[in-house]
């Protein structure tokens, strides 16, 4: 193998595996970002019960509907987002995965190669010296 061409795939699979890897926290945040709107969903969920139960007159107004069908509206188009989000996650993962095999793998030809071109040296030197 020329001994030119390792250091460059070496470079281009770490670029790769940076990329794969930079769009997987992407998602990672963006799951994140969802869980936290759930959550505050579920903490205002919580608090309008403990208010409509201390409150009579929210529900004869009918604002305690209103609200809940709010809620179960957003709560709703949240974990349709979250679905969405997971599912770009489990393709992103495994392109990372993917990335990472690759980087792995040049990274491992590179050690061997050096290895080997170490061994021939030392043969030549071996050599070398015996011939003198």
């Keep these: 193998m020329r001994p030119d061409i390792l250091p460059k795939l070496d470079a281009a699979t ?16 963006e799951e ?3 869980r936290a709107g759930l959550a505050k969903l579920d903490l205002q969920l919580q608090t309008a019960r403990d208010t409509a139960q201390d409150d009579p007159s929210l529900r004869a107004l009918g604002a305690d509907v209103l609200w809940r ?8 188009a949240l974990n349709m987002e979250l679905a969405q989000v997971m599912a770009r996650k ?3 993962m495994d392109q990372v995965k993917l990335a990472f095999g690759k980087k792995v793998a040049v990274q491992e030809l590179a050690k061997l190669d050096k ?4 061994a021939r040296k030392e043969k030549l030197r ?7």
């Design 14 to 29: 770490q670029a790769l595996y940076l990329r794969e890897h930079a769009k997987g926290r992407d998602i990672l945040e």
């Design 32 to 34: 994140s970002r969802i």
């Design 69 to 76: 069908a709010w809620e179960e509206k957003t709560r709703r």
């Design 90 to 92: 489990l393709q992103v």
């Design 115 to 118: 290895r080997d071109r170490h």
């Design 126 to 132: 071996e050599a070398w010296l015996l011939g003198q």
